[in-house]
């Protein structure tokens, strides 16, 4: 742990904007969004075209739209520039994930390295395999490459927590790590829980974050998660980024154009 003169307070926010047209409208969202340090934001097509001030953005581009439809997905990383640092996008092959490492952040007193990772799947995508097992790779080759570099993984997995008899295993996994207990009539098969996603994460040293902390995270942090009447959706950071921060404030929002807006 650092020494208290050391330790730091940083503010993110993953958001999923798509839909908020009334909020893009609101004159006070960029004052809203100034206080936070890292934005993500998920299906970020509404917002690509006014970049925000004072932010470094870095995007992955939203599917070109099809005839007298608009377009789809897409995710930004905004970085604060009342902070100096160094920041470029990693190349990844899957188009659900964006990640940037940033490189000689300084805060306050020290200067750090850290990768963002944000996250977007679609709806229709949350049951398919190859799409997770490539998540899962490129997870795994970020770690190779990196080593020991804190991490954070926020976004919109869109999993859905309603209809439980086609939940897939990929969120069975998520709920253990999470310690949500099975239930039998839910999950019939034990084996679904023995998920590669769960091992990996669990090799990364990454916790998942749901509205909660982990007792043994050694900060004050403060972890809000607003979730819609479908999803459910989580962050994962890496337990070795808390030395750094003494408070560490994550808000979680979900502006959907599928549901009511919060």
């Known amino acids: 742990m650092l020494s208290n003169s050391k330790l730091l307070v940083t503010n993110i926010i993953s958001w999923n904007i798509a839909g908020a047209s009334k909020i893009m409208q609101d004159p006070s969202l960029e004052a809203y969004l100034n206080d936070f340090d890292i934005i993500c934001l998920q299906e970020s097509w509404k917002v690509s075209e006014n970049p925000l001030a004072g932010f470094e953005e870095f995007q992955s581009p ?14 930004s990383i905004y970085i604060t520039t009342r902070k100096s640092f160094n920041a470029k996008i990693i190349d990844l092959k899957s188009v659900h994930m964006l990640a940037i490492i940033i490189e000689n952040w300084r805060l ?3 200067s750090m390295s850290i990768i963002i990772i944000n996250i977007y799947i ?7 395999q190859h799409l997770l097992d490539t998540t899962e790779k490129e997870l795994l080759s970020l770690k190779t490459a990196f080593g020991n570099t804190p991490w954070i993984i926020t976004g919109n997995f869109n999993l859905n927590m309603t209809n439980h008899s086609k939940r897939s295993s990929w969120e069975g ?19 679904k829980f023995d998920h590669p996603l769960v091992r990996h994460l669990e090799a990364l040293r990454l916790r998942a974050l749901n509205g909660r902390f982990p007792k043994d995270i050694p900060v004050n942090p403060n972890h809000t998660a607003k979730k819609s009447a479908y999803t459910l959706d989580y962050t994962f950071v890496s337990t070795d980024i808390f030395k750094y921060f003494q408070d560490f404030n994550i808000e979680v929002g979900c502006e959907s154009d599928h549901h009511s807006q919060q």
């Open 62 to 75: 939203a599917a070109r739209p099809k005839p007298k439809g608009h377009p789809k997905g897409g995710l």
């Open 108 to 110: 306050g007193q020290i």
């Open 122 to 128: 679609n709806p229709s995508m949350t049951h398919n």
């Open 173 to 191: 996994a998520l709920d253990q790590l999470l310690g949500i207990p099975p239930q039998e009539s839910h999950f019939k098969d034990k084996d």
